[in-house]
């Protein structure tokens, strides 16, 4: 079933994901990434997509919750988390999930195949969903946009990765697996979004991506912004309801006396 613009799959094998009450910061694998996936899907439903987000099923004592297969949004049948089966029953961390990403991909496909056809695009989110989509389009055909969220370059230089102790940290990390996965990942996407040129040149110019950006061009600037509406909705009593209110104004205070008026109306970076 096609929606009136394009039927989106946001490829997420890791974390704890649900539309209930999502246990950010509470969970594994489970803070920003699974916050902006989220948000992600309920913005393109806004704009008349269909969205499917792939995350993985498990059934764990520990971590209970996550055993219904097709979970709908509440009021929106166009938005879906789809779970699929892959590995152990119990939860994995994500250093845990490469041996399994084969058998991920493939229910990707077969669930699909129930449905009785593909998604217009696919967007990957991490280096297990990059390489994910990899496979998926070399087997399907199946463009997609790649976003990091967090790369294992970077994460070496902050662990001081040396060769004396790489084989070492290695065994938590998996590094091996995640810098080759991130390589493919950005040779096989059409597009990659990310939040400054910064990130761009530091992080995405990292020496061990040499040679993986095969076109520069892939890179879309997207700055990250906020919402105060949204931000506010974590506060429930009256007394931060005012605090929120003086915040908000000495913001729009600065705004008026710092940006030309032309400029007020347009969104906060």
């Keep these: ?74 009021g929106d049948s166009r938005l879906r988390i789809i779970r699929i089966k892959c590995g152990p029953e119990r939860f994995l961390e994500k250093e845990a999930l490469w041996p399994h990403l084969r058998e991920y991909t493939d229910g990707v496909k077969e669930f699909y ?21 990899a496979m998926l389009k070399e087997e399907t055909g199946l463009l997609f946009t790649h976003t990091g969220h967090s790369l294992g370059g970077k994460k070496m230089d902050n662990l001081n990765i040396t060769r004396q102790n790489f084989e070492l940290i290695n065994r938590k990390f998996r590094f091996h697996m995640r810098i080759a996965s991130e390589r493919v990942a950005f ?64 913001l729009e205070g600065e705004l008026k006396k710092n940006i030309s008026p032309e400029r007020l109306s347009l969104p906060s970076v």
């Design 1 to 74: 079933m096609k929606s009136e613009k394009l039927s989106v799959a946001l490829i997420n094998p890791q974390g704890h994901v649900r539309w209930n009450n999502p246990p950010i910061a509470g969970h594994p694998d489970t803070g920003g990434q699974i916050v902006y996936i989220l948000e992600l899907a309920k913005e393109l439903a806004r704009l008349g997509c269909r969205v499917d987000i792939f995350t993985r099923y498990f059934d764990d004592p520990e971590w209970p919750g996550y055993t219904e297969h097709i979970e709908e949004y509440p």
């Design 113 to 133: 195949s129930k449905e009785g056809g593909l998604p217009d695009i696919m967007s990957s989110h991490y280096a297990d969903a990059g390489v994910s989509a």
């Design 187 to 250: 040779r096989n996407s059409s597009a990659i979004p990310a939040s400054t040129e910064e990130e761009v040149r530091e992080q995405y110019g990292h020496r061990v991506y040499s040679g993986a950006i095969d076109n520069p061009e892939k890179f879309r600037i997207i700055p990250p912004g906020i919402s105060p509406a949204q931000f506010y909705a974590f506060h429930r009593q009256e007394s931060d309801r005012k605090v929120y209110d003086e915040v908000a104004a000495r």
